[in-house]
């Protein structure tokens, strides 16, 4: 079956001539929906993605119209392989149904991976830099060290419970597990 997707952003758009192009182009189906190419909670785009079928053909007429951001389109053109259906786009000529339009989506696809390995690649050399300099990422611990001496102490003397400590100290009961965990295997690895 072809299936259309059409797609406008606002709602003072009108996505007739998309639906007009969409049926010349055999679709017997066409989901429509007003939204954003940039959002990722489309509707009418998960429903017709939920009910794709092996041998199905998802067409558009553009590829803005399925997403505005290269990243999602790999996303959503992979959830279409994956369920062994076909992609067209009327506009761009792209269809994966011939082995020129499955090479075109993966000559995409090598320059979507290369963007990622890049960024990836740029944000292991700041990580690097920024340890380099003395500056460590991550969330900043909840307790100070003379707060996690003091739980420490009054669990472990029996003043406290381990969830009395992290009621007292606004914490979750997790947090001071995982802190008397450590405790223990300092403790242990000393002996």
């Keep these: 079956m072809r299936i259309g997707y059409a797609r406008v952003s606002t709602m003072d758009q009108d ?31 998960h429903h017709l993605l939920g009910q794709l079928r092996k041998g199905d053909v998802v067409v558009v007429w553009k590829l803005d119209r399925l997403s505005r951001s290269l990243k999602d389109l790999l996303l ?11 992609f067209q786009s009327l506009t761009e000529a792209i269809d994966t149904t011939s082995s020129a ?30 340890r380099k300099e003395g500056r460590v990422g991550g969330r900043r611990p ?17 003043q406290k419970t381990a969830a009395d400590a992290a009621r007292l100290f606004r914490i979750h009961p997790s947090t001071v597990a995982r802190l008397l965990a450590r405790h223990h295997q300092k403790g242990a690895g000393s002996a």
């Design 142 to 158: 909840k307790l100070s060290l003379p707060q996690q001496k003091e739980i420490i102490t009054l669990v472990t003397s029996g």
């Design 76 to 86: 959503t053109l992979e959830k279409i392989e994956q369920a062994e259906a076909n």
């Design 101 to 130: 339009g499955r090479m075109m989506m993966q000559i995409v696809g090598s320059f979507a991976e290369f963007e990622r390995a890049m960024l990836r690649e740029r944000t292991k050399s700041g990580l690097d830099a920024a």
């Design 15 to 45: 996505a007739q001539s998309q639906r007009l192009a969409l049926k010349s182009a055999g679709c017997e189906k066409i989901f429509q929906e007003k939204a954003s190419g940039g959002r990722w909670d489309r509707p009418e785009l």
